[in-house]
T-cell receptor, first 111, second 113 residues
């Protein structure tokens, strides 16, 4: 059973389009992290959200943590080819200390 | 600032051979991790070291051993490689164990024939 479900798993869009990636679980997370991984490299942290309802912005990327801390979303506005990569969410379940990763969403932004 | 350095970057082994993957971090982090990444499976934790002198099993530890050599270095050993261990292996570190962002190396691509 996957603790963190990400959707969609694959997305191919044109430059300038908007998109939203979802990260869902039946468990409550004490914190949730979003990473981006480019081909041939390791994941790189984008943001950490901790408080239910929290919204963080990173240029054209907007991250939201659900009120109940069971889900999160990543919205990208006006996607660019440089946004291409694998987007991973990872969470720490309350009571456990281990970080658990979702399977990721592979994004391709075509020029 | 190198961050997390993994060696080698690529390796091909025959079934039954052994090898050690090396990882070193220069950020004075206390915690270190080994993951494997397979298509459609995401990142799965093999072993971790919450602090120098301790190691613990993760989600998929069978067939692997680890050594936390010192605060900087954390190695992963395959004693008798099997084709099912073909994967990309990532080492990561964090300042502390819980609720902290992890910094990853660029991975070791391992093929076992």
């Amino acid at each position: 059973t996957q603790l963190l479900e990400q959707s969609p798993q694959f997305l191919s869009i044109q430059e300038g389009e908007n998109l939203t990636v979802y990260c869902n679980s039946s468990s409550v997370f004490s914190s949730l992290q979003w990473y981006r991984q480019e081909p041939g490299e390791g994941p790189v942290l984008l943001v950490t959200v901790v408080t239910g309802g929290e919204v963080k912005k990173l240029k054209r990327l907007t991250f939201q943590f659900g009120d109940a801390r069971k889900d999160s979303s990543l919205h990208i506005t006006a996607a660019q080819p440089g946004d291409t990569g694998l987007y991973l969410c990872a969470g720490v379940v309350g009571g456990s200390e281990k970080l658990v990763f979702g399977k990721g969403m592979k994004l391709t932004v075509n020029p | 600032n190198a961050g997390v350095t993994q060696t080698p970057k690529f390796q091909v082994l025959k079934t039954g051979q052994s090898m050690t993957l090396q990882c070193a971090q220069d950020m004075n982090h206390n915690s270190m991790y080994w993951y494997r990444q397979d298509p459609g499976m995401g990142l799965r934790l093999i072993y971790y070291s919450a602090s120098e002198g301790t190691t613990d099993k993760g989600e998929v530890p069978n067939g692997y051993n680890v050594s936390r050599l010192n605060k900087r270095e954390f190695s992963l050993r395959l004693e008798s490689a099997a084709p099912s261990q073909t994967s990309v292996y990532f080492c990561a570190s964090s300042i502390y164990f819980s609720n902290q962002p992890q910094h990853f190396g660029d991975g070791t691509r391992l093929s076992i024939l």
